[in-house]
């Protein structure tokens, strides 16, 4: 069984929250205002409508600019630099903001604190950060805002600890039709580039019936597009289920709704899985399947545990199966080592794969990993070269892939006010597309043909 906080350890967050919205109403005569900036996965955004649920069970309002605040919340990524110093900015920004307050208070949480050399740097180079706490203290968002107000002084919870799920945690959804439900957390692959394993800890999956009654919850409540969310989402494990049966039994529930999932490994996507996708009647015909690299060396260097030829027979099988599929993946570019001849193993990859869109990242050493010490002599002007060109190749696949689809009626989950049309949505398939309608469709699926094809974007009219 999965680690679990205990239910009367629950409870006594529910007491500490009773005691801050008490403490904050003697203290402001008002709803104090919280702004709450969530960075990285689709696992981060999850987490922020968790804390913003118990924020608003303390007594908080929210609020678009943090200049307005009283408590900011910054929530963290640390997959690649880029998220460090894109928060550590903002951060930086929010001194000034708290120095000219008299009731500000920030707080940073999530993946990057999690780390033991960034919880230091923290520390010490960000002494206007009132409180600091990883993945794993997340549910004990109200005992540490309690200790806070409190004492005055820092409060800090990072320890590092093998993981637990929370079940029950109040919710602020972003959304009233679109859903993240998570249904595993942590990661036991330890990828020699990522962090992952060691800022959320191991694999643990919740109880099928958990995640059975809160799926039914948002079906009942009009949900449109839930997505199952799990660091490697298809190495769920919980009793007798395993992810394709998990998803079988999602797919029974009656309603008007479409299910996804992410993130995929390749080594735990067989014919169980793609045979569900196949035959369900609310399963999105999208598989995201992050493939890093073309190369076996460098997949061995990763420790990603399969074959270039391995990857491509799932993408195969998957196709076989569901000839309307849409594939996305993830691709690093100039990992420790690569060579000119092995970053050409992953463009002719990608020109099999066929992707309908692809995320590239060049590569980023994460302090801590087996990669961050591996040699690394290719300068990154070579990097940027090859990321380019990967990126050329790429834009040239997904143009042709928009324009074979022109004529074709797709459900579409209306979303929002369009950019250059009146509104705009995504294909099962996960690719934009904008029409024009009435703003009442918004949140309802709607039949679009694609009249036409904008490199990447698609452009429709409702079929009738």
């Keep these: 069984m ?19 919205r008490e403490l ?14 969530t960075y990285g996965c689709q696992g981060n955004e999850a987490d922020g409508e968790r804390m913003q649920g118990m924020l608003a069970e303390m007594g908080f309002s929210f609020c678009e ?8 919340l910054l929530n963290t990524c640390a997959i690649r630099g880029h998220a460090e110093d894109r928060a550590l900015g903002n951060a930086g920004r929010l001194k000034s903001l708290r120095q000219g307050s008299g009731t500000m208070r920030v707080a940073l949480c999530g993946c990057m ?58 919710l602020r959804r972003g959304s009233a039709f679109k859903a993240w439900l998570p249904v595993m957390y942590g990661c036991d692959n330890f990828c020699s580039y990522c ?22 919850a948002l079906v009942s409540a009009g949900y449109r597009d839930i997505t199952l969310l799990g660091q490697n989402v298809n190495s769920y ?14 797919d029974k529930l009656d309603g008007d709704f479409r299910l996804r999932f992410m993130t995929s490994h390749p080594k735990d996507c067989g014919p169980a899985l793609l045979d569900a996708m196949a ?22 260097e990763m420790n990603r545990k399969y074959t270039s030829e391995q990857y491509l027979e799932v993408a195969r099988y998957a196709r076989e199966v569901m000839p309307d599929l849409s594939l996305t993946g993830d691709v690093i570019v100039g990992f420790p080592g690569e060579t000119y001849g092995e970053f050409q193993e992953t463009l002719a990859l990608v020109e099999q794969a066929r992707y309908t869109s692809l995320f590239t990242f060049i590569f980023s050493p994460r302090e801590g990993t087996r990669a961050a010490a591996m040699p690394d002599p290719v300068p990154h002007e070579e990097k940027v070269r090859r990321f380019r060109e990967l990126t050329a190749l790429q834009e040239s696949i997904a143009k042709q892939k928009c324009a074979s689809m022109i004529g074709q009626a797709e459900r579409v989950l209306c979303e929002e006010k369009g950019k250059r049309l009146a509104l705009a949505g ?22 679009v043909k694609i009249t036409q094809a904008k490199n990447w974007l698609l452009d429709g009219e409702i079929y009738m």
């Design 237 to 250: 494990r919980s009793e007798d289920y395993d992810f394709p049966k998990l998803l079988r039994e999602l």
């Design 195 to 216: 962090v992952v394993p060691f800022v959320r800890g191991r694999e643990r999956s919740r109880t099928p019936e958990a995640i059975l009654a809160e799926a039914c």
């Design 2 to 20: 999965p680690p679990t906080v205990a239910p009367e350890a629950l409870a006594r967050q529910r007491e500490y929250a009773a005691l801050v």
């Design 279 to 300: 035959e369900g009647a609310h399963i999105a015909r999208h598989l995201h399947l992050p493939v890093q690299s073309g190369s076996d060396r460098i997949l061995r």
């Design 426 to 447: 995504r294909t099962g398939g996960n690719q934009i597309i904008e029409f024009d309608g009435p703003e009442s469709l918004i949140g309802q699926f709607a039949q």
């Design 65 to 72: 600019d943090p200049a307005g605040a009283d408590f900011v």
């Design 113 to 170: 604190p999690q780390q033991p050399h960034m919880a230091e740097k923290l520390r010490a180079h960000y002494p206007f950060i009132d409180l600091l706490f990883g993945p794993h203290a997340v549910h004990r968002l109200p005992e540490l805002l309690y200790r806070m107000y409190t004492t005055g002084r820092r409060v800090t919870d990072t320890a590092d600890e093998p993981g637990s799920i929370a079940e029950g945690l109040p």
């Design 24 to 37: 904050l109403a003697d203290r402001f005569g008002r709803p104090p205002a919280a702004y709450v900036r």
